[in-house]
Nanobody
């Protein structure tokens, strides 16, 4: 059984920064893909950033240049550094990790950006 636990969410003013963490525990054998998603009220969940085991990272256009995803494979942890936050970044942020066919999700952490 694998569990993903996010932390680091909170309330921040526009222009501020937050760092999210997602730690995996349980029968962890390494993940090919670790990613962050977010879901704002009334909207669909969207992919924010992805970090592949080989080092490749990808970002949604809306966060490019502001967010940075990184992973510590030894700790089975993925991070999301969020800078220059905007009110439209307000959402519940979810961590996802897996190696096909296994796929795991965290419970989410709230990020609220005030204007």
């Amino acid at each position: 059984q694998v569990q993903l636990v996010e932390s680091g969410g909170g309330l921040v003013q526009a222009g501020g920064s937050l760092r999210l963490s997602c730690a995996a525990s349980g029968s962890v054998f390494g993940f090919n893909v670790m990613a962050w998603y977010r879901q704002a009220p009334g909207k669909q969940r969207e992919l924010v950033a992805t970090a592949f085991s080989g080092g490749l990272t990808t970002y949604a256009d809306s966060v490019k240049g502001r967010f940075t995803i990184s992973r510590d494979n030894a700790k089975n942890t993925v991070y999301l550094q969020m800078n220059s936050l905007k009110p439209e970044d307000t959402a519940v942020y979810y961590c996802r990790a897996g190696s096909a066919p296994f796929d795991y999700w965290g419970q989410g952490t709230q990020v609220t950006v005030s204007s």
